[in-house]
């Protein structure tokens, strides 16, 4: 019963907007930025929302997160108040939850009736849905009636919760009634989490006489250790560890830009600039999460920051690949006629990844629902197929290139960029196919503790490749090995200074060039040789 009412409400949240295009999507989440300061979080905000039909229920959903129990810590005399009683408590919050009925409903009421209306409201952990209902009582419906309650199994007019005494920790009903013809009803109160799970909250009543009822308010989820809902809790931490792994990378290239600045070439510029956006992206996500974490709402002006500069180096490393991948710098001085397409692609990609990471970041994480995320992703996934084509198509006509010309050291260079993009691409297939087998199996979220891993996974793998990168083109004394430079009759010489492994045959083809000097010196020693003879034989004439 319980997996039927939360796929329903997964698949009602944005069925309207699953139809639009990403672009307006974007444009529409941008102009709405400058209407709004904080975007709700584990604080679930609920605006005259309405109640939808289920068998025969009406429910609303309130929102799910996955929340560790509490726990007991120590408390100090510097703490305030406020923080000694949140210190290590787990706990969702009801703020002035307020469920208003229509006029008529409430004049329907009996005047002599203190309580005229149930609406209940029902923590339930994923494992426990099936006790929700009565499907233990063979039947199909979510509240209560009169044949069921016969045999005392539960109440009329109340969802059927199977509460196992020998079981503690099931699922939690909390109930407010309205009284006599009031037209709300208002719910203030305090949940404790002393158990660790992934929880959904549900507001239902039974009463058709309720219908159109509507509800507003929040509710604020809380881990112990902060609002930051328990799968990005780990993210935090790891984003913290990446700035640290930037920072780290930054300051060996830039030792390495400063020792050799005379012979920096225009590839260094580009590879510093991923650097820098990749040290600031790490930085602000990891400020956005501690600021979630101590407040419960997403500031919207970081949030916008840590999106577009994600989205601005995902841009830019795709093109730093693609144009190396051409030979740009190393093969040929400029990119030519192709500068254009290569921006334009630029350019879509930045739009189509900047849309998926606002609507990914702004909003109720857990309203998100899959259809959008269809919507999203692919056009995404299409752009970065797009890159992989381009790229490797590239990297064959260069590789080409480089072996005719028989540049040696910038063959093996590119050889060694190809092997690693090519484990980089295997290694993102398949773990897409772990990730698609994790969302298939895990549709409610059961495995929420594991979740991080998955775009943790993607960001490691860009810090990876982008390191390759600095090894693979580190700035030194002898720039040649990687710059371009006219393809002249020296350039032998020039890998024959880069390759000591490739001694001999070098050496042959020096002796092959002093041979060829040897034949020029002996022809024109014949031929002014030749011209004396014809001299002497005039005069003997």
Known sequence: MMTNLGKGRLRSSFDLASNRHFI??????????????????????????????????????????????????????????????????????????????????????????QRTGLVEAIIVKVRDRMKIGGSYLNSDAICCTPQL??????????????????????????????????????????????????????????????????????????????????KMTPLMTF????????????????????????????????????????????????????????????????????????????????????????????????????????????????????????????????????????????PVALLDACFILWIFSSLSKTLEKLQIRRSVAKLELYRKFTNSLAVTVLLSVIWIGYELYFNASDPLSELWRRAWIIPAFWTLLAYVLLAVICVLWAPSQNPTRYAYSEETGDDLDEEAITLTGSAVKVSGDLATVLERKERKTSLAADHVFGLVEDREEDKRE
Request: glycine share 8%; charged share 20%; aromatic share 14%.
């Open 149 to 230: 309650a016969k045999d005392g199994s539960c109440k009329v007019g109340e969802v059927i919760i199977h509460d196992n005494p020998d079981t503690p920790g099931g699922p939690i009903r909390m109930q407010k009634f309205f009284e006599g013809k009031n037209e709300e009803a208002t719910m203030v109160l305090n949940v404790d989490i002393n158990s660790t799970g992934m929880y959904y909250l549900y507001f239902m009543f039974c009463d058709p006489a309720l219908k159109d009822t509507t509800i507003s308010g929040r509710t604020v989820w809380r881990n112990p250790d902060g609002y930051l809902p328990g």
């Open 24 to 113: 307006v999507i974007s444009a529409i989440i941008y102009l709405s930025c400058y209407s709004v300061t904080h975007v709700g979080a584990s604080i679930h905000e609920y605006k005259n929302e309405t109640f939808i039909r289920r068998a025969n229920s009406f429910f609303f959903h309130g929102g799910s997160e996955g929340l560790y129990a509490s726990r007991v810590t120590s408390v100090n005399d510097t703490q305030t108040s406020e923080e000694k009683s949140l210190n290590g408590k787990s706990f969702i919050r009801f703020d002035s939850i307020t469920f208003r009925r229509t006029k008529g409903s409430a004049e329907k009421m009996n005047e002599m009736q």
């Open 239 to 378: 984003y913290g560890l990446m700035s640290l792994a930037y920072l780290f990378l930054g300051l060996i290239w830039f030792l390495r830009f400063v020792q050799y600045w005379k012979d920096i070439i225009q590839l260094h510029y580009h590879i510093t600039a991923v650097i820098g956006l990749g040290m600031c992206e790490m930085a602000l996500w990891y400020f956005e999460y501690a600021n979630f974490n101590s407040t419960g709402s997403r500031p919207m002006v970081i949030t916008l920051w840590a999106t577009t500069f994600t989205a601005v180096k995902k841009t830019v490393s795709r093109l730093l690949i693609l144009v190396v991948s051409m030979g740009y710098g190393i093969v040929r001085p400029t990119l030519g006629g192709i500068t254009s397409r290569v921006l334009l692609l630029g350019v879509t990609y930045f739009v189509a990844s900047e849309a998926l990471e606002l609507v990914e970041h702004l909003g109720n994480i857990n309203d998100f629902s899959g259809k959008v995320r269809l919507f999203l992703v692919l």
